[in-house]
Nanobody
Framework: QVQLVESGGGLVQAGGSLRLSCAASGGTFSNYAIGWFRQLPGKDREFVTAISRSGGTAYYADSVKGRFTISRDNAKNTVYLQMNSLKPEDTAAYYC??????????????????WGQGTQVTVSS
């Protein structure tokens, strides 16, 4: 059983930056790909980015490509999401998630088994 805890959300002005963290426990972290999703109230979860188990491959939604960077430190059991040039439309609750053991990263939230509780990001105009 993998537990995930997000942190780093907050209020920022448009054009600013935030770094989110996703800390994992309860499993061998390097055996799990990690994805980030975001969600607005009443809306479906939207894929943001994902990273492979080794950190060697990353995937991004077109809406964040060039602005967001995902990385991981397997020694610290943590994945980071660096968000630059933030826009008001980036406002959402951000969740990190892990698929089952040794599964590849995916953009479909149904492929993910373990979820954090989320952290709110609000970008003011």
């Amino acid at each position: 059983q993998v537990q995930l805890v997000e942190s780093g959300g907050g209020l920022v002005q448009a054009g600013g930056s935030l770094r989110l963290s996703c800390a994992a426990s309860g499993g061998t972290f390097s055996n799990y790909a990690i994805g980030w999703f975001r969600q607005l109230p009443g809306k479906d979860r939207e894929f943001v980015t994902a990273i492979s188990r080794s950190g060697g491959t990353a995937y991004y939604a077109d809406s964040v490509k060039g602005r967001f960077t995902i990385s991981r430190d397997n020694a610290k059991n943590t994945v980071y999401l660096q968000m630059n040039s933030l826009k008001p439309e980036d406002t959402a609750a951000y969740y990190c998630a892990a698929p089952t053991y040794r599964r590849a990263p995916a953009s479909d939230p149904d492929e993910y088994r373990y979820w954090g509780q989320g952290t709110q990001v609000t970008v003011s105009s």
